[in-house]
C-alpha cells in the first residue's frame, strides 16, 4: 500500500555551509518518513547548497532566490529579498504534482512559508498543516506586510501549530487566529538517557549553545561574561553553534567549538554548570528543553515557552531586564552569585534532576 504523501515547505533547512541550520526540522523529518513518502521544499541561501538532494528517504529541492548569502534571520531579509523568496518559492511548489495517493502538504514557519502552502494545498486539493516557529510570529509577524502574510497564510489552514502556548495567544490576540494547538518540537532521544547526578567540579563552567547571531541575544551574553571577569570571577566559556556572530578572543577560558553532534552537546551540558540563552525571542527552544532533561540550570530571559518550561521556577535563573545595559548587567550579577555561591546550582542541578523529562520525546 503506498504510503501518504507529506509535502513540506520549509523557511530553513540544513545546507553544506551551515550544516547546523534547522537541524530539528531534519530530524523530525526523517522520523516521520517511516509513515509518510516526504517531499521538501527549502530556499537556497548559499551557493554551495545543492538544488537536488536525496538526503536519506527525504527529497529537497532547493529554490534559487536573492539572499545575499543570509538568512532571514541573518537580517537577509529585505523587500527584494522577500519578493524572490516568494516567488522563487511559488514557482518551484508549482511542480509538486496531484495525484490519486492521499496527501498533506505542511508548512514550516508561517513567514514567509504559509502563503505558498496554502495555494499548493488548494491546487492539490489536500490538507494544509501551518507550523510556526518562532520569529515567524514574534518577529516578522510583527510587521505590516509580515503580519498580512502570516493571517492569509494561517486563516484557511486546517491546523495551525504553535511551538509555545504564548505563540498561540499572540496568534489568537494580534492576529484574530483560533483553535491554535501547541506543540513544541521534541528533542533528540541522545539528552534523555541516563544522568550524572555528579557535578562537574568548578571554578564556573558556562556553556551557550545556538546559533551565534543577535536574535539570541549572544553579544548580550559576551559582554555580560566579559564584565564578569573584569569583576573578578573566575570561570571558562565553551561556545558550541554556528553563525555570523562576533568571533571571540581565544581567551584560555573559552572554546569556541563550532557546530556539533547531539552526544557532544549533551557532553558539554554534562560538564557545565549555567546555560547561557538571553535571547530577544523564541518559541519553545530545544536547547533549554535539553539542558532541563540533563540537569543543567539555564539563565535566559523569559521569552516565549521558556517559563512554561519551568512551572515551579526551580532550574531556572530568568533574566528580566527592560533595555539593553540592563540585560548584561543583570546576567552578569547572576555569574558573579552563583561563583561565589556554588551550592544555588547545584541545588537548581537537583531539583531539576528530579524532574521527569519524558514529555520532551520527539
Given at each position: 500500500m503506498d504510503?501518504?504523501?507529506?509535502?513540506?515547505?520549509?523557511?530553513?533547512?540544513?545546507?553544506?555551509?551551515e550544516p547546523w541550520r534547522a537541524r530539528f526540522i531534519r530530524d523530525l523529518h526523517l522520523e516521520l518518513a517511516d509513515d509518510f513518502d516526504t517531499e521538501l521544499i527549502a530556499p537556497q541561501?548559499?551557493?554551495?547548497?545543492?538544488?537536488?538532494?536525496?538526503d536519506g528517504p527525504l527529497r529537497v529541492k532547493r529554490f534559487h532566490y536573492r539572499s545575499g548569502g543570509k538568512s532571514p534571520r541573518n537580517n537577509g531579509v529585505g523587500p527584494i529579498a522577500a519578493l524572490s523568496w516568494l516567488?522563487?518559492?511559488?514557482?518551484?511548489?508549482?511542480?509538486?504534482?496531484?495525484?490519486?495517493?492521499?496527501?498533506v502538504v505542511l508548512a514550516h514557519w508561517a513567514v514567509p512559508a504559509a502563503v505558498i502552502a496554502r495555494q499548493s494545498a488548494v491546487r492539490l486539493g489536500c490538507p494544509l498543516i501551518v507550523w510556526c516557529h518562532g520569529s515567524d510570529v514574534h518577529r516578522f509577524g510583527r510587521t505590516r506586510i509580515g503580519a498580512k502574510l502570516l493571517r492569509m497564510g494561517l486563516r484557511s489552514a486546517d491546523r495551525v501549530l504553535a511551538a509555545s502556548e504564548p505563540m498561540a495567544r499572540e496568534l489568537a490576540d494580534r492576529h484574530a487566529i483560533s483553535g491554535v494547538k501547541v506543540l513544541p518540537v521534541g528533542i533528540d532521544s541522545h539528552f534523555l538517557s541516563q544522568r550524572s547526578a555528579t557535578t562537574s567540579p568548578y571554578p564556573l563552567k558556562l556553556l551557550w549553545v545556538g546559533e551565534r547571531i543577535e536574535s539570541k541575544?549572544?553579544?548580550?551574553?559576551?559582554?555580560?561574561?566579559?564584565?564578569?571577569?573584569?569583576?573578578?570571577?573566575?570561570?571558562?566559556?565553551?561556545?558550541?553553534?554556528?553563525g555570523t556572530g562576533d568571533q571571540l578572543d581565544l581567551h584560555k577560558?573559552?572554546?569556541?567549538?563550532?557546530?556539533?553532534?547531539?552526544?557532544?552537546?549533551?557532553?558539554?551540558?554534562?560538564?557545565?554548570?549555567?546555560?547561557?540563552?538571553?535571547?530577544?525571542g523564541e518559541g519553545t527552544p530545544l536547547v533549554v528543553q535539553e539542558a532541563i532533561a540533563r540537569g543543567l540550570p539555564v539563565a535566559s530571559t523569559p521569552v516565549g515557552g521558556i517559563p512554561d518550561?519551568?512551572?515551579?521556577?526551580?532550574?531556572?535563573?530568568?533574566?528580566?531586564?527592560?533595555?539593553?545595559?540592563?540585560?548584561?548587567?543583570?546576567?552578569?550579577?547572576?555569574?558573579?552569585?552563583?561563583?561565589?555561591?556554588?551550592d544555588?546550582?547545584?541545588?537548581?542541578?537537583?531539583?531539576?534532576?528530579?524532574?521527569?523529562?519524558?514529555?520532551?520525546?520527539?
Open positions: 504510503r501518504p504523501r507529506l509535502r513540506v515547505l520549509t523557511a530553513s533547512w540544513p545546507g553544506k555551509k541561501i548559499h551557493p554551495e547548497d545543492p538544488i537536488e538532494e536525496q516567488i522563487s518559492a511559488h514557482r518551484e511548489s508549482r511542480n509538486w504534482q496531484q495525484d490519486s495517493i492521499p496527501g541575544g549572544y553579544h548580550r551574553m559576551l559582554n555580560a561574561v566579559a564584565t564578569a571577569r573584569q569583576r573578578g570571577v573566575s570561570l571558562s566559556l565553551e561556545v558550541i553553534g554556528g577560558d573559552v572554546q569556541l567549538r563550532g557546530p556539533q553532534p547531539p552526544a557532544e552537546i549533551m557532553a558539554a551540558m554534562d560538564r557545565s554548570h549555567l546555560l547561557l540563552l538571553p535571547s530577544k518550561l519551568f512551572p515551579s521556577g526551580q532550574g531556572w535563573f530568568p533574566i528580566e531586564g527592560a533595555s539593553e545595559g540592563e540585560i548584561c548587567s543583570e546576567l552578569s550579577d547572576l555569574i558573579v552569585g552563583v561563583a561565589a555561591d556554588p544555588i546550582l547545584d541545588r537548581s542541578r537537583s531539583a531539576l534532576l528530579e524532574r521527569d523529562t519524558s514529555g520532551f520525546s520527539r
